[in-house]
């Protein structure tokens, strides 16, 4: 298991992906990043082993831009995945992380999309292509790619493309890329036939390998997913709150931009939240946790990288605001509930692609995460009514009720029955707006 943490800075990145990074909000580099990303920028061939969702893209993708260079128009890196959904993903995130390298031109190419578009595309000059195997070769039978100044070739999850049957595709497109070209390899498995491709194709690659801890989710948590869009998460987070009634929630965001975004919101609504993420020194981290920890506020919104060490029992319900970017991420995040023999509940929000990072999750995990309907307005308001007679019934066996017994018969003088004072108590409860209950908890 890789342990060692590094930041981005101890990675020595240029500015400009530097600035890219930090305006993508993440804290510090993913396993495999900090394994591969040097061993790329030192030019070698290379095969890393490492699940989806572990931030290859990143991996491959910041020594890829530092070696692009913007004033030739002509391909100069591939990236060879299984499928056009994939394709579509590495080429979006490698545009982030273009984001200040002006110049660089990058052109996902894949079937099922118009073969002269992506040629009219090319003829006007595209540094990085990538592409699946299939259309990939229909360009090259057409001569609209240039292959012949290609300097860096990436198979991303190299194991789906053998599974597949891209085999001799892959084989074919490796004999025409220049022989001098960097070769890096990713795939989830180290199979026979992978091992048989780097043998032949590679040249003396260096190894690198992430190995994922034995985890395991406890038995005890409550698993559920929300497809919710992106613009109803912080409603539904709310709604959810005020249904469940959490005495302590933690909200995980992947990125710092988003935790302060959450918060804030929360904050707006009512709610007694709090930020905690890698921009906050030690001191203002610890009286976070400590006011956490007391109740002073109950919903704690922060980073995977920031909630490490965080060890608090009464944590009902763990929220992942954001699938997270690596599986292990999510057993570790939902970890934080269901200790000490008590039950937990982990609530995970769903929104577009992130389809594919659950799926990636619950194949890693060995589970199965159910999907949930968001609770409607009849249930939040049936849920309050229930837990007010919980409330009352408290209340009754407390005592001392005898000053607000003489208010009840103060209203009752205006001709109402007590079963009428009683009825109005309860409605006025029930029809509180999602959201603002938080202000009346009395935490």
């Known amino acids: 298991m890789y342990m060692k943490t590094i930041s981005f800075v101890d990675l020595n990145l240029p500015d400009p992906l530097m600035r890219a990074v930090r305006d993508m909000g993440f804290e510090e580099p993913t396993p495999i990043q900090s394994l591969a990303i040097p061993v790329i920028r030192e030019r070698h061939d290379m095969v890393g082993q490492a699940h989806t969702g572990t931030g290859k893209t990143a991996a491959f993708g910041i020594p890829l831009l530092e070696r692009i260079e913007n004033t030739r128009q002509e391909v100069q890196a591939i990236v060879l995945c299984p499928t056009r959904e994939l394709a579509i993903q590495v080429s979006e995130e490698l545009r982030r992380l273009a984001k200040y390298l002006p110049g660089i031109t990058i052109l996902p190419v894949y079937g099922g999309q118009p073969i002269e578009r992506q040629i009219s595309v090319l003829r006007k000059g595209v540094q990085i292509v990538i592409a699946t195997p299939g259309r990939l070769l229909d360009h090259l039978n057409r001569r609209t790619i240039n292959f012949s100044r290609v300097k860096m070739l990436v198979l991303d999850e ?145 980073t995977d990288v920031a909630a490490r060490g965080i060890d608090v029992e009464e944590v009902g319900v763990v929220f992942n605001y954001d699938v997270p970017q690596d599986p292990e991420y999510y057993i570790h995040r939902i970890g934080r509930t269901g200790r000490a023999g008590k039950s937990g509940k982990a609530f995970t929000f769903v929104s577009g692609k992130e389809m594919w990072k659950l799926r990636d999750i619950q194949k890693f995990a060995k589970i199965r995460i159910a999907r949930h309907a968001v609770p409607a307005e009849e249930d939040l308001r049936e849920r309050r009514i229930v837990n007010m007679v919980e409330r009352i019934r408290e209340q009754i066996a407390s005592g001392n009720l005898e000053p607000y017994i003489a208010r009840v018969k103060q209203v009752m003088g205006d001709d109402h029955t007590s079963l009428e004072v009683a009825a109005a108590l309860f409605r006025m409860q029930a029809g509180t707006l999602p959201g603002s209950s938080a202000k009346g908890r009395g935490r």
Do not use: W
Request: proline share 3%; with cysteine.
């Open 158 to 302: 190299a194991d789906e493309m053998l599974d597949m049957g891209f085999r001799d595709d892959i084989e074919l497109i490796l004999r025409h890329v220049p022989g001098d070209r960097q070769s890096v390899l990713f795939s989830a498995t180290m199979s026979k036939e992978i091992l048989s491709l780097t043998q032949k194709y590679l040249k003396e690659p260096r190894m690198v390998k992430v190995v994922h801890g034995r985890l395991e989710v406890p038995s005890l948590i409550e698993q559920r997913y929300f497809e919710v869009r992106e613009s109803d998460k912080v409603e539904v987070l709310s709604r959810l709150l005020d249904f469940y009634n959490p005495k302590l929630s933690l909200v995980f965001c992947n990125t710092k931009r988003k935790v302060d975004e959450v918060c804030t919101q929360l904050q707006a609504r009512g709610y007694l939240a709090e930020a905690l993420h890698g921009d906050m020194d030690q001191k203002e981290r610890e009286r976070v946790m400590s006011r956490f920890r007391a109740g002073t506020s109950d919903i704690l919104v922060a």
